[in-house]
């Protein structure tokens, strides 16, 4: 073979391997473009996914606040009405009724009362439903969470016609580490369960250690009563289930107690179990981690007994704020009787208003209202607070929000207190006797008018020209404020230091004040508090024009 043949032979060859090369490379490239567009199709499908996904956890946030605000608004919109009828029924028990009428008033009191506690379990469980279980583990005083349980646990019994006893000898530490909130509700489901299913015999509720460090105890509660069928103990804990039909016409209720107790114990770490028999009784058992502590309770002091007479209510000037003048009523009833001027705001604009013109001692303010909520108006009353230098009136929230988070968010809101509807006279009054100031508005000083002139340092001849003076200073207020609608910033502080001095000059030191901040709202361009000063400065004079007594430091406080 020639050397010319060897060479056709290498290029043929070298041909070949090359176009088997570009056909590898074809199939390759092939193969890398479907790849790339399976890339994309699983890079688009996994952005359609995430997007789904996103959209889901959107309209789940949305589903979770509507239900939330649909179960804000069904509290407000039952417990409101049921404040003013059992408000009602409370004043009219204080009446004179005959035996008809007095049995008429206690079945509307145990029929409000029952759908207080059925609009109470619903709401419980409906937050628990959603993941809004917040435990507070905090030191407390075991023993004394009992005494709560038994004095309950025994007026139960009572009504009744039942046996109640308690059993802690077992028991071995008293302060504790928990949330003693939780599980008094647990008690309290379990033990009125027990009492509603046991017609005779009692009930009994047992505490006791069962570890070697004391941190675990085992709460016990039993009865004798119509007990739960072994193929139905599986069933109780779920919601809206009860035994026995026939049953369900005689003791009522919607069979949530269980339930919200079974996931309030789990909640906190625990476990709850059951023994029962029919017709010989149901034994409850609740284990809990309740560690032991050196640490005390905190406790909140309230001057005077809680159980002690009304007549030690101070004489207070209390100002309600609530669109529902019924509620105002209701309150008003409940205070006849006693040394308080009760005053009444429609929304929370008008409480600012009233405040500011008057001054009160306590301010019962509810949340939902037109115009402007109670959360808005507390807010401003700091605001102005701050600004004046006054120290902070007590504020009570009258709110049917009856959840503990939503009670922790209003007092760092600048509320002082949680007041929940419906309430009795009964805590209405202890609230007012906890936050009644030492010294109140409502007393005027006993010294005779020549003694409190003494004080001032204006001589006789000057003091009766006060009321002269008083009339000459509400003409320049007038002045004023028609100055401030004009925007006459010249106007309002010529007159207003000239009116300051006099009114220094005669000891109106409320005047005095009250001018020197509107004189700097007038220059930080606070238009809309200067007004509220001039109507505050109006009206303060015009009362002390009515009264014609002017205490030592003329109603400073």
Same mark, same amino acid.
């Given at each position: ?76 919109? &039952?417990?409101?009405? *049921? @404040? ?5 029924? +409370? %004043? /009219?028990?204080?009446? =004179?009724?005959?035996? #008809? ?30 993941? &809004?279980?917040?435990? *507070? @583990? ?5 023993? +004394? %969470? /009992?005494?709560?349980? =038994?004095?309950?646990? #025994? ?34 489901? *379990? ?367």
């Amino acid at each position: 073979m020639t050397k010319e043949e060897r060479l056709s032979q290498h290029l043929e060859k070298a041909e070949l391997e090359n176009a088997y090369l570009k056909r590898i490379i074809s199939r390759m490239e092939k193969r890398l473009l479907r790849q790339e567009k399976l890339d994309d199709m699983n890079r688009h499908q996994t952005r359609w996914a995430m997007q789904q996904l996103e959209r889901s956890r959107e309209l789940a946030e949305q589903a979770s606040q509507a239900k939330t605000d649909f179960l804000a608004n069904m509290s407000h919109e &039952i417990r409101t009405p *049921l @404040n003013i009828v059992l408000g009602m029924g +409370e %004043l /009219l028990s204080g009446t =004179e009724l005959d035996e #008809n009428q007095a049995q008429y008033l206690e079945s509307l009191r145990q029929s409000g009362e029952h759908l207080l506690r059925l609009i109470n379990d619903i709401l419980e469980f409906s937050r628990i439903e959603s993941g &809004i279980v917040e435990v *507070l @583990n905090t030191p407390f005083n075991i023993k +004394e %969470l /009992l005494d709560e349980v =038994e004095t309950m646990g #025994n007026l139960q019994a009572q009504d009744k016609g039942i046996d109640f006893s308690l059993h802690s000898d077992r028991l071995r530490g008293i302060n504790r580490i928990g949330d003693a909130r939780k599980i008094r509700q647990v008690l309290f489901n *379990l033990l009125g369960n027990a009492v509603k299913y046991t017609d005779i015999g009692g009930i009994s509720l047992a505490v006791e250690s069962f570890d070697d460090k004391g941190e675990w105890l085992a709460f016990i509660v039993s009865d004798t009563g119509i007990g739960i069928p072994e193929d139905k103990q599986a069933l109780i804990f779920e919601r809206f289930t009860q035994i026995e039909q026939g049953r369900l016409k005689k003791t009522g209720g919607v069979g949530l107690g269980l339930a919200i107790s079974k996931r309030l114990v789990v909640a906190m770490g625990g476990v709850i179990k059951i023994d029962s028999e029919v017709n010989r009784g149901s034994t409850f058992r609740v284990e809990l981690k309740l560690p032991l502590t050196d640490k005390l309770p905190l406790k909140i002091e309230i001057d005077g007994d809680a159980e002690s007479g009304e007549e030690e209510l101070p004489p207070l000037r209390v100002l309600v704020v609530d669109d529902i003048y019924l509620n105002f009523e209701v309150i008003k009833n409940y205070l006849n009787d006693l040394p308080v001027t009760v005053c009444y705001a429609e929304n929370g604009r008008q409480a600012q208003k009233a405040f500011l013109d008057d001054g009160y001692d306590i301010v019962l303010m509810d949340l939902r209202m037109p115009v402007m909520g109670g959360l808005e108006a507390t807010a401003h009353i700091r605001r102005l607070e701050k600004r004046l230098g006054a120290a902070p009136t007590p504020i009570i929230a009258m709110t049917a929000h009856a959840f503990i988070e939503q009670e922790n968010d209003y007092l760092q809101k600048g509320f002082d207190e949680v007041l929940i509807k419906p309430f009795s006279k009964h805590d209405l009054i202890n609230r007012l006797k906890q936050y009644a100031p030492k010294n109140v508005a409502g007393i005027e000083s006993e010294e005779k008018p020549q003694d409190q002139q003494k004080h001032t340092g204006v001589s006789d001849s000057l003091a009766a020209l006060i009321p002269q003076v008083l009339d000459s200073i509400s003409t320049e207020i007038n002045t004023i404020k028609k100055a401030l609608y004009e925007n006459d910033q010249e106007t309002v502080a010529k007159t207003g230091h000239a009116v300051k001095g006099l009114a220094g000059f005669y000891g109106f030191d409320r005047l005095s004040r009250l001018l020197e901040h509107l004189e700097d709202s007038v220059k930080k361009r606070e238009f809309r508090t200067a007004y509220a000063l001039a109507d505050a400065l109006a009206n303060h004079v015009n009362e002390l024009r009515r009264k014609r007594v002017y205490p030592k430091v003329d109603l400073a406080n």
